[in-house]
């Protein structure tokens, strides 16, 4: 099937630590995106990546971090330097600008974190 | 990326149809309306999206009205795996703010048995 995966569902951190979130597709898209999510708020912007090994800074880009080494995988670090790193963390996909297509995203399942 | 604003909650009975408002009067010419929804900690789904013309899928209709101020998603016959959060988004493809959606506060959609 294809699609987006996202691991693992929770995540449990101490203070201090950091934390690797996984995200990987299938669709043979270009694009991917981070986006994190409070509780009862919309999504907000953390990264973005339109080709492989290049990747923009979002509206909340502190304390995170991400790589683009292959086409179908974009990690985000969340570190230490992130204040306030509880929230529900989305990873999308979409295909490259230019392609002539309206651009939709498309979303994994999610990975819930959650600092102790 | 043009405001949107949509009622923050609605019911439906089961097996009925669900009209969800948007008002979007300030959209632009090349802007287009995109519907997305939610299911409680999940993922936001993909829906449906039209510049001008009514849009259908499997899923929903999209009905925009012919001065783009304002659509209505509709979903013919509303289940109980249909109870989401229903974002309504106006935007312009592939802008240069690296293609963020904005999601606002969205319509809560409570489909009753």
């Known amino acids: 099937d294809g699609g987006i995966t996202q691991s693992p569902k929770y995540l ?13 597709q299938n669709l043979n898209h270009d694009a991917m995106y981070w986006y994190r999510q409070d509780p009862g708020q919309g999504l907000r912007l953390i990264y973005y990546s339109q080709i492989v090994n290049d990747f923009q800074k979002g509206d909340i880009a502190e304390g995170y971090s991400v790589s683009r080494e292959k086409k179908e995988s974009f990690p985000l670090t969340v570190t230490s330097a992130q204040k306030n790193p509880t929230a529900f963390y989305l990873c999308a996909s979409s295909m ?14 999610g990975t819930r974190l959650t600092v102790l | 990326d043009a405001k949107t604003t949509q009622p923050p909650s609605m019911d439906c009975a089961e097996g009925r149809a669900a009209n969800l408002p948007c008002n979007h009067s300030t959209i632009s010419g090349n802007e287009y309306v995109y519907w997305y929804r939610q299911i409680h900690s999940q993922g936001p789904q993909y829906i449906i999206h ?6 259908t899928n499997e899923m929903a209709s999209l009905i925009i009205t012919e001065d783009r101020k304002s659509s209505t998603l509709i979903l013919p016959h509303a289940t109980l795996r249909d109870t989401a959060v229903y974002y309504c988004i106006v935007r312009v493809p ?8 904005t ?8 489909v009753k048995p």
Do not use: H, I, W
């Open chain 2, 50 to 55: 039209g510049l001008k013309n009514n849009e």
């Open chain 1, 12 to 24: 449990f951190r101490k203070e201090g630590q950091n934390v690797t979130l996984s995200c990987e």
């Open chain 1, 96 to 109: 490259a600008v230019g392609t002539g297509f309206v651009d939709t995203q498309y979303f994994g399942p």
């Open chain 2, 103 to 110: 999601f606002g506060g969205g319509t809560r959609l409570m």
């Open chain 2, 94 to 101: 592939y802008n240069n703010a690296g293609n963020m959606l």
